[in-house]
């Protein structure tokens, strides 16, 4: 085979491998990282040993995802205020398949901030054997033998990670209909500081969760609860972002919103719904560090 030939085989797999490294990982730039330490062992490897080429990146995707993950985790107990996985555009992480709407499905609920953040609660392998197999349809064994476990070890990690994601029940996505009522009922509470209309929407669980990194303004903890969620938008967030620029786009899977200031793009808000479609969760991104590549895909 010639490098030419080498590198159109794994751009073919490519998306695959950066779908599944971001939701392991549920940040953009580890993600992409992990893709290239891919594409430099492959092209490293001697390719006619490998009868499987989509099996082997997906291994070797894997195996590094969960190698920066155990990194990322000793990161982000020293992390300044709350952590929040790095938002990301529909067309960023495709996980493959033929579009229908099932598969539409659990692309969308696979990439909510929710479901990625309940994620994060996961061991490493229970993370990576629990998207390989109910998200990228890997069978048992294939999974098995990309984590170097049994095949009877690898369906009780699947079966613990998702026990612990059907109790949480983030895994549902919400009508569009009621996703863009809560969007305008949002943009009036921050624009013209108009709760009331918001607060009909709200689950008896709200809570609102602000990622500064330390790097921007944010709510240093989760804020619980209808009222202190709705005092919050109308004390802070109305008089600080009412004048805005506002952009309706995807964020990961459902409807979200880019505030712009100046130019310059100064949170990235998405959110979660209970299975009745009651707003549970405000996500508001304000770390500048996750947002730029937020703002380069915008861009374009």
Known sequence: MTAAHDDRLFAQHAPMLTGLAYRILGSRADAEDAVQDTYLKWREAGREAIDNPAAWLTTACTRRCIDLLRAAHRTRVDYVGSWLPEPIQAEFAEAGGDGGPEAHWTLASSLSTAFLLLLERLTPKERAAYLLHEIFDQPYAEVASILEIEEAACRKLVQRARGNIEQAKVRHVTPAEQQDRLLAA???????????????????????????????????????????????????????????????????????????????????????????????????????????????????
């Not at 989760?222 to 786009?249: K, M, N, Q, Y």
């Open 186 to 300: 949002f943009e009036t509470a921050i624009v013209h500081g108009r709760t009331a209309p918001l607060a009909s929407l709200l689950s008896q669980q709200i809570a609102l969760h602000a990622d500064g990194g330390g790097k921007a303004t944010a709510a240093a903890q989760a804020i619980h609860g209808a009222d202190a969620v709705l005092g919050f938008i109308a004390s802070v967030l109305h008089p600080a972002c009412r004048e805005d620029r506002w952009t309706f786009v995807d964020l990961n899977g459902s409807r979200g919103v880019i505030l712009e200031r100046a130019g310059r793009i100064e949170a990235a808000i998405s959110f979660g719904y209970e299975e009745g479609g009651a707003l549970r969760d405000i996500f508001i991104m304000r770390n500048p560090d996750k947002l730029a590549r937020l703002e380069a895909v915008r861009i374009r």
